[in-house]
Each structure stands twice: as C-alpha cells, then as structure tokens.
C-alpha cells in the first residue's frame, strides 16, 4: 500500500513558477513509478510527468522544457518543478503511483490546485 500526500499548490501569474511535492507512504516506495496527472475544469484528467524507479522521466509534449519531475526516495517525496506557468495549466494537480512493471496508476492523492492568472 501506498498513500501520497501532494502540497505545494497554490495560485501565481503566468511566466511564474510553484514547486510540488508528493510525500508518499510505504516501505516500498523506491519500487514504485511516480507521477502527476491533472484535471482542469471541464477536460478530461491527463498524464502530465512520470519518473520510473531508475530515475528515467516522461513528460506529456505540453510540459516538456517547462516542467521538471523529480523524485528523492530516501525522502519518499516526488517532485513537480513548474516553470513558464501559463492559464491552461490551471488544474488540480494528482500525485499518482503504480508498482514497477505495472500498466495502471492504483494510488492516487488528494490533489492539489493550481491556478494561474493571465
């Protein structure tokens, strides 16, 4: 079992930044793949970052430059760097998990809400 905590939320004006963090719970967590997704009102949630157990990253194309995931597992605490923030990144921010070698995200957080003013 895994429990993630996000904060790090919180409103900015475009061009800015905010820092992330997931703390995640479990003996385990260095096995596991963590990431974010987001949701912004009216759309669909989506894949934002994702780190893998080797420290290899993916981003969707909208974030890459921008944004930066990272993870210290010693902390048990992933990362979400946010540069360049711009309006359509408002959304609520989810700090997901799934076991290495897995195909689903089964631990999700709370979330946390960003919103950036134009």
């Known amino acids: 079992q895994v429990q993630l905590v996000e904060s790090g939320g919180g409103w900015v004006q475009a061009g800015g930044s905010l820092r992330l963090s997931c703390a995640a719970s479990?003996?385990?967590?260095?096995?596991?793949?963590l990431g974010w997704f987001r949701q912004a009102p009216g759309k669909e949630r989506e894949f934002v970052a994702a780190?893998?157990?080797?420290?290899?990253?993916s981003y969707t194309d909208s974030v890459k430059g921008r944004f930066f995931i990272s993870r210290d597992n010693v902390k048990k605490t992933v990362y979400l760097q946010m540069n360049t923030l711009k309006p359509e990144d408002t959304a609520i921010y989810y700090c997901?998990?799934?076991?290495?070698?897995?195909?689903?995200?089964?631990?999700w957080g709370q979330g946390t809400q960003v919103t950036i003013s134009s």
């Open positions: 997901v998990a799934k076991p290495r070698g897995g195909d689903t995200y089964n631990y």
């Open positions: 479990g003996r385990t967590v260095s096995n596991y793949v």
């Open positions: 780190i893998w157990t080797t420290s290899s990253t």
